[in-house]
């Protein structure tokens, strides 16, 4: 892998304004040179007037101003319009093919083990950060950042020792309501995993997420799927591993686009497991299915997706150790040892 596409790390601070500027700034180049000449910004633009978008943005400027300033910074870095960007952070919640992947492996036990591919758009390899962020309100962390999106979508760690992965959920059953994108930057400031799961339950949701949430100090690995109806919060009890389709029990009779790569990663991750690989790396790194692999680097991915980095997380009593790969079967590009910084 050539030293220009290799995962960066950024540091990022300031009112969320500041913070909104510095991470447009990061992508501002990629974000005129690739993202808005793209199939899918055109397809998320085309939903400019739809009544769910108006509702969507007064809910985010009433009920999280923090992260209204924080997009509106994101806007000005990036020298795009306002609300072009608005809505692309909006994507998931208007257009069910948004091109935003994953899988996550989720192993527990007295210091569980959550780990995460993240897949996106293969345009931006080269071109996404690990962005450690400290906003002067709100809670310092680090996480995988696209340009010209908002954290809070990938995976990341707070400083309350919070653990957040997040899978696409391609859902048909959307409404108005609070962006999902929006509820998982503000959970990146919960004290803990009941006031995230409350957040979350709380909230008026727009789209659809799945996201794996752990702490330091406590045992559980929770399991959450949230639709515009529903919010499914299980504890983890055995390994397994989720990939971009709503599979609780009740949450899985929803409408939903199921592609024939989530399916194929569900499926074989959830064999890998049963062979007994519990070593998350193996799995996330599985090509066993050559059509349709669980790390995904072909030119003619059907979702238009690869794998960018892949994140291990153990989470302990005090703190969280963790690495961060942007290249299979080599070294962790960063690796994070109860820090927010790489050591």
Avoid at 260 to 278: I, K, P
Wanted: glycine letters at 10%.
């Amino acid at each position: 892998m050539s030293t220009d596409s290799r995962l960066g790390f950024i540091e990022v601070a300031g009112s969320p304004h500041d913070v909104g500027v510095q991470l447009g700034l990061f992508g501002r180049e990629i974000a005129h040179r690739h993202l808005v000449l793209g199939h899918a910004w055109t397809s998320v633009m085309a939903w400019r007037d739809d009544p769910r978008v108006a509702a969507m943005r007064g809910l985010v400027e009433a009920r999280f101003p923090v992260h209204w300033a924080e997009l509106q910074g994101l806007a000005a870095g990036l020298d795009l319009p306002f609300d072009d960007v608005f809505l692309w952070n909006c994507r998931g919640d208007v257009w069910a093919f948004a091109p935003d992947g994953c899988t996550t492996v989720q192993i527990p036990g007295r210091e569980p083990v959550l780990a995460h591919n993240e897949d996106g758009d293969p345009g931006f390899r080269g071109h996404c950060a690990l962005a450690h962020v400290r906003p002067e309100s709100g809670r310092a962390f680090t996480g995988f950042v696209y340009p010209a999106s908002i954290p809070g979508h990938t995976f990341a760690v707070t400083e309350a020792g919070l653990v957040q992965t997040v899978n696409n959920i391609r859902s048909r059953c959307v409404g108005a309501g609070l962006p999902r994108m929006i509820l998982g930057r503000a959970l990146l400031d919960s004290a803990s995993l009941d006031a995230a799961v409350g957040l979350l339950k709380s909230a008026e949701r727009a789209g659809a997420f799945h996201m794996t949430l752990a702490q330091q100090g406590d045992p559980r690995l929770l399991s959450i799927e949230y639709t515009h109806t529903t919010c499914s919060v299980a504890v983890v009890e055995r390994p397994q591993c989720h990939a971009n389709h709503l599979i609780h029990d009740s949450t899985k009779g929803e409408r939903q686009v199921i592609t024939g790569s989530s399916r194929s990663r569900q499926q074989r991750g959830e064999g890998l497991m049963v062979d007994g690989s519990l070593n998350p790396l193996d799995i996330l790194w599985d090509n066993g299915v050559s059509a349709l692999p669980i790390h995904r680097t072909q030119p003619d991915d059907p979702d238009h997706e690869n794998t960018l980095a892949t994140a291990v997380f153990r989470i302990g009593a005090r703190s969280v150790a963790w690495q961060v790969y942007d290249q299979a079967g080599n070294a962790p590009r960063f690796m994070m040892d109860g820090t927010l910084t790489p050591s």
